[in-house]
């Protein structure tokens, strides 16, 4: 029976695991585990923050949201924007996604916040219907926002105009098999892949490195939770 509860420190390589597989899914972003530690780091212990709830079944940890705390000066409350919200593919389609998302807003109504909001990709449409069976409705409003120049990577977060949309070839592959996950952003150590390699390029004779499998057993990664 798996049970919610609020992430702590030890957490957090748990963590950095399942962002690892939502940012590989994203339109916009890129997995880069020492700034998703460092995030996390500055979330999890500082309630003034935000919040990370965890899923843990059978002592592992296989789903995650974050609500991170916002002022409201309209309704003059607390509110939250829901972040990083990631059920392990192999255990999807059992309500876990579901279960956190109730836990979620529930901690927050009794906590006294106001409001939660929460991004999408704008074609996953088995998000969007996630979110409006659990009463989110979808706002008019549009998200702008500018990478400031500080931010001297370029790598966690992609360009918008350098988006996954455009580059088909970044498109992340799942054994169907095993639920291990081919990233082209990340390539594969075991089989040694390099970044960079799009799932067509990979060797006629490479299969999954954790259950062995044929390529052909790899359906495209969609986000859906
Ligand atoms: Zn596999």
Redesign the pocket.
Same mark, same amino acid.
């Given at each position: 029976m798996p049970t919610i509860r609020i992430a702590e420190p030890s957490d957090i390589d748990a963590c950095v695991r399942l962002l690892h597989l939502l940012f590989s899914q994203e339109h916009e972003f890129v997995p880069d585990s020492s700034k998703q530690v460092a995030g996390l780091e500055m979330i999890i212990g500082n309630p003034s923050t935000g919040t990370v709830f965890v899923c843990e079944s059978e002592g592992r940890i296989v789903g995650m949201v974050a609500l991170l705390n916002l002022v409201s000066t309209a309704l003059g409350k607390k509110v939250a924007m829901l972040e990083d919200m990631i059920v392990e593919p192999a255990l999807r389609g059992q309500g876990i996604g579901s279960q956190l998302l109730d836990y979620a807003c529930k901690w927050a109504n009794e906590n006294e916040y106001g409001r939660i909001t929460l991004l999408t990709d704008g074609d996953n449409d088995a998000a969007h219907r996630f979110y409006e069976t659990h009463g989110f409705s979808r706002s008019s409003m549009v998200a702008f926002r500018k990478f400031l120049e500080n931010d001297s990577t370029g790598g966690t977060v992609m360009n918008q105009t350098e988006s996954k949309q455009d580059k088909p070839e970044m498109q992340a592959w799942m &054994? @169907? @098999? &095993? *639920?291990?996950i081919y990233d082209p952003a990340e390539g594969d150590l075991e089989t040694n892949i390099p970044p960079g390699v799009c799932f067509d390029k990979l060797p006629g004779d490479w299969c &999954?490195?954790?259950?062995? *499998?044929a390529m052909s057993?790899f359906k495209k990664f969609e986000s859906q939770l």
């Open positions: &054994c @169907e @098999e &095993c *639920g291990y &999954c490195p954790v259950c062995n *499998g057993q």
